[in-house]
């Protein structure tokens, strides 16, 4: 009777740390899209808290802001394979290139 009760709580255990590795996986995948859709372009990210599109000054001060914190990303990861930060035509081509992947263009 003993050694029933023991296997069942064991597979019980056993299940409940497979469940909640299964969650901890699709909570970093919803973790990943949502970082994939907050990288999308400015345009498409330019949306009020209903989801409709902003429009007029509050589209242009929200372009604005965005691509000053994409500029400051960009500056951020224009660094080299030993993590030194790079200078003059690397730098410069790392951030057009990073710029033009935050705008969404290709």
Do not use: I, P, W, Y
Not at 37 to 63: P, Q
Not at 71 to 98: F, P, T
């Amino acid at each position: 009777m003993k050694k029933t009760t023991f296997s069942r709580l064991l597979a019980a255990l056993v299940l409940g740390v497979g469940v909640q590795a299964m969650a901890h996986a699709a909570e970093a995948k919803a973790a990943e899209a949502a970082g994939a859709s907050a990288a999308g372009s400015c345009e498409d990210r330019a949306v009020d808290k209903n989801g409709k599109k902003l429009a007029g000054a509050a589209k242009a001060s929200f372009l604005k802001k965005c691509a000053a914190e994409t500029k400051n990303s960009c500056e951020d990861k224009a660094v080299d394979k030993n993590g030194k930060k790079l200078a003059g035509a690397a730098k410069a081509s790392s951030m057009k290139k990073c710029e033009a992947d935050a705008a969404g263009a290709k």
